[in-house]
């Protein structure tokens, strides 16, 4: 068997780029921060089932910034291999927060306001005229500005 190997020419990023970089991820930190702090003084959300989703994905997104702010200050303090890990890690837990949230959301909503029997109607006429849609006999004009 012949092996080949293939040269692969990585392209750094322009000295604009990797301050763009920098200050852009400091901004979506301070961000989320202010967004975290804003959220606890104004609403209670400890106490809300959506809110604690809120939260704690708003959380989950500070874990993904901070290594690298702190990879900006002080290069080389978070091996890559760490950082793998670590992401990994953070998008499972954020995977199960919004699964978490749409269970709350699906037990929270009341019966009525979710799809009724009517919206399948309106469905299954907008699939059957290949994406024309009709008003159903009986629907109500609804306005629509």
């Known amino acids: 068997m ?22 852009l991820t400091f901004a979506a930190t301070a961000a989320i921060f202010a967004w975290v702090a804003q959220y606890t003084l104004s609403s209670p959300w400890w106490r809300d ?16 910034l901070v290594p690298s702010c702190l990879n900006f200050l002080w290069p ?23 699964l978490w949230r749409c269970v709350i959301w699906y037990r929270l909503k009341p019966a009525s306001n979710w799809i009724t ?22 629907e109500e004009e609804q306005d629509r500005s």
């Not at 089932?49 to 993904?64: E, N, Y």
């Not at 080389?76 to 927060?97: C, H, K, Q, R, Y």
């Open 76 to 98: 080389g303090l978070i091996s890559v291999t760490d950082l793998v890990f670590f992401d990994i890690a953070l998008l499972a837990g954020m995977t199960l927060v919004m």
């Open 49 to 64: 089932p959506i809110g604690r989703t809120i939260a704690v994905k708003d959380l989950f997104l500070l874990g993904f």
């Open 117 to 138: 029997a009517a919206y399948w109607q309106r469905l299954r006429s907008v699939l059957s005229h290949k994406g024309e849609y009709t008003e159903i006999p009986g």
């Open 2 to 23: 012949i092996r080949t190997a293939v040269a692969v020419q990585l392209q750094l990023p322009t000295p604009t780029e990797t301050l763009a970089l920098k200050w």
